[in-house]
T-cell receptor
Framework: KQEVTQIPAALSVPEGENLVLNCSFT??????LQWFRQDPGKGLTSLLL?????REQTSGRLNASLDKSSGRSTLYIAASQPGDSATYLC???????????FGAGTTVTVRA | SQTIHQWPATLVQPVGSPLSLECTVE??????LYWYRQAAGRGLQLLFY??????ISSEVPQNLSASRPQDRQFILSSKKLLLSDSGFYLC??????????????FGNGTRLTVT
């Protein structure tokens, strides 16, 4: 069974600092990995999707890397802003269907 | 563009009462539809998914059921709620398989409190 872990569970940084969020998974047989953002009391918003054949994906200040062999992904957020405060979740898709396995998330607070 | 609607946003129900949560998707055809539950401090748990009208797969044995009466409508139901059914319920859609490399799109969720 795929296990997805996100450490730390919470993170607080001053505005302008770069954020590094970690995601690890136990089964490297994945088809893709997705990063989501969740604001309090809201649904999830897709940020980035990395296909298993890719090493990284970028969107604006966000960059996600994937090392399938070691079972790790990292989300980098450059020059953090208070508006980046949210919970960030990663999820992996297995090779044979679309049932994602989610991590519990990292809650980020960016202090002004 | 595609949009997903989920209602109600919050719901307080007594133990033993029925439940009906509705989700509709606009702007796409034949989507895959999903119901997830999120418990505090834990990852999302997939409850049901559907690849077409009347086709429902259950992931976890529980007090809930799902139905898909129309292509873009997904309903989560219970005949008698338990305290343990409290949680944050999220509906989601994706393009049909085998397009594995498209993201999952979520609704805004329903906060259910069973008292």
């Amino acid at each position: 069974k795929q296990e997805v872990t996100q450490i730390p569970a919470a993170l607080s940084v001053p505005e302008g600092e770069n954020l590094v969020l970690n995601c690890s998974f136990t089964d490297s047989a994945i088809y893709n990995l997705q990063w989501f953002r969740q604001d309090p009391g809201k649904g999830l918003t897709s940020l980035l999707l990395i296909q298993s054949s890719q090493r990284e994906q970028t969107s604006g200040r966000l960059n996600a890397s994937l090392d399938k062999s070691s079972g790790r992904s990292t989300l980098y957020i450059a020059a953090s802003q208070p508006g980046d405060s949210a919970t960030y979740l990663c999820a992996v898709s297995p090779s044979n269907d679309y049932k994602l396995s989610f991590g519990a998330g990292t809650t980020v607070t960016v202090r002004a | 563009s595609q949009t997903i609607h989920q209602w109600p946003a919050t719901l307080v129900q007594p133990v033993g009462s029925p439940l009906s949560l509705e989700c509709t998707v606009e702007g796409t055809s034949n989507p895959n539809l999903y119901w997830y539950r999120q418990a505090a401090g834990r990852g999302l748990q997939l409850l049901f998914y559907s690849v077409g009208i009347g086709q429902i797969s259950s992931e976890v044995p529980q007090n809930l059921s799902a139905s898909r009466p129309q292509d873009r409508q997904f309903i989560l139901s219970s005949k008698k709620l338990l305290l343990s059914d409290s949680g944050f319920y999220l509906c989601a859609w994706s393009v049909p398989l085998p397009s594995y490399n498209s993201p999952l799109h979520f609704g805004n969720g329903t906060r259910l409190t069973v008292t």
